[in-house]
């Protein structure tokens, strides 16, 4: 194991090469002269890429010494393995990890604050992938499955499955849309519905960094998948549209500073409203009579997490729940009666569910009246 150690890391070289490929190619194509980046995303993707490196040179040793404390009898057990056993047993246990992982980060409100500034960038390019904040990567699952795969031998089969992983993640998050290639030519369409269904592409993934539902191609609640679509597709969070979204980005985002964003919770942000800020609390904004106005033709977002200051639409306030809105589509204009205490079996429609709220609440009112102990005169 020392000896693996001390070699070349092969996989930081290729990572690199990968990372000034697709990067020279941005820059042919004009993205750096057009993007929307401010300093602080600048800086804040720079030092998130040696974040992940350093994370992940950590992480490796920590588990490798440590094994060679607590299990040295199970050191390079699996060294014998064919590669071609090797890699993809590595990449699968990695991907999947990786898939509820990243679905985790945004259902569950605080790995959601770790995970929210990989969404809070409003251009696509190679670096974003290394926007998260320091602890999304130290307990990354798979970064510690690397570790333990080359600690049992598969030391180089991590290798040949990391650059098979980083030209996949690089090129999903690129400015390069090298798979509308195969969208744009009827005759590739086949090849095309089997590489979107194994692997991730461009249109799957940018889908998953869209600003709102509302476009029609977006899912920022679905499309987790990293390097392969299987794991959306078998527990059903895929979305295939073969379409790019036009915005990117959160929202409702603070703009709060990178080295909040990198650093947190050890520095919070001191902008307000920000979910990173100190004190930040979510809350319900539930009402107990619906919104009865008139709607033009066109695609609303109706909340269904209760958290939205702008109820009964949707403000992005739904990341870090399981909630996601719901899209409603009005043909013409019409008036129309919205929920606004979230009990409606008819959503997004009203269906008086807030009347039998408001009876229940006045019986148990009365009933705690009537149990109170009466003054005799």
């Known amino acids: 194991m020392q000896e693996f150690l001390s070699t070349p890391n092969l996989d930081v070289y290729a990572v690199l090469g990968i990372l000034g490929f697709f990067g020279l190619l941005e820059f ?37 010494f440590g094994g060679d404390y607590l299990f040295p009898a199970t050191s390079n057990i699996l060294e014998n ?33 770790h995970h929210r500034v990989h969404h809070q960038a409003e251009d696509m390019g190679i670096f974003v992938a290394y926007r998260n904040s320091w602890v999304y990567y130290l307990i990354m699952p798979n970064l510690w499955w690397g570790g333990i795969a080359t600690y049992l031998g598969l030391g180089y089969a991590v ?11 690089t090129s999903t998050h690129s400015t390069w849309k090298w798979d509308n290639f195969l969208y744009k030519h009827k005759i590739l369409h086949p090849i095309a519905w089997v590489v979107e269904h194994v692997f991730i592409t461009p249109a799957f993934h ?40 036009t915005e990117f980005g959160l929202m409702q985002d603070p703009r709060d500073p990178w080295y909040s964003q990198l650093l947190y919770p050890f ?31 066109g695609t609303y977002l109706y909340c269904q997490c209760g958290f939205s200051s702008t109820q009964p639409f949707c403000n992005g306030s739904h990341q870090g729940s399981k909630y996601k809105p719901m899209v409603v589509e009005i043909e013409k204009k019409r008036k129309v009666s919205l929920c606004a205490c979230k009990m409606t079996k008819t959503p997004p429609y009203c269906d008086d569910s807030h009347l039998k709220m408001a009876s229940t609440n006045s019986n148990a009112s009365k009933q705690t009246k009537d149990s109170e102990p009466q003054l005799q005169a």
């Open 28 to 64: 042919v194509l004009g993205h750096y002269f057009e993007t929307k980046r401010s300093v602080d995303d600048w800086i804040l993707e720079t030092l998130g890429f040696f974040v992940v490196v350093g994370t992940k040179l950590l992480l490796v040793s920590i588990v490798i």
């Open 267 to 297: 520095i919070k942000s001191k902008k307000e409203g920000s979910e990173i800020a100190k004190g930040f609390k979510r809350e319900k904004h539930v009402g107990t009579e619906p919104l009865r106005t008139e709607l033009e033709a």
């Open 81 to 113: 393995w064919s590669i071609w056993l090797a890699i993809p047993f590595y990449l699968l246990i990695d991907d999947v990890a990786q898939y509820w992982y990243h679905r985790s980060a945004h259902e569950y409100e605080w790995l959601w604050k």
């Open 159 to 169: 290798i040949g499955g990391l650059i098979i992983k980083q030209l996949i993640v």
């Open 206 to 245: 940018h889908a998953h960094h869209g600003k709102s539902q509302a476009d029609s191609i977006s899912d920022p609640n679905g499309n987790f998948g990293n390097t392969f679509s299987l794991w959306d597709q078998f527990f059903g969070t895929a979305k295939f549209t073969r379409q790019y979204p």
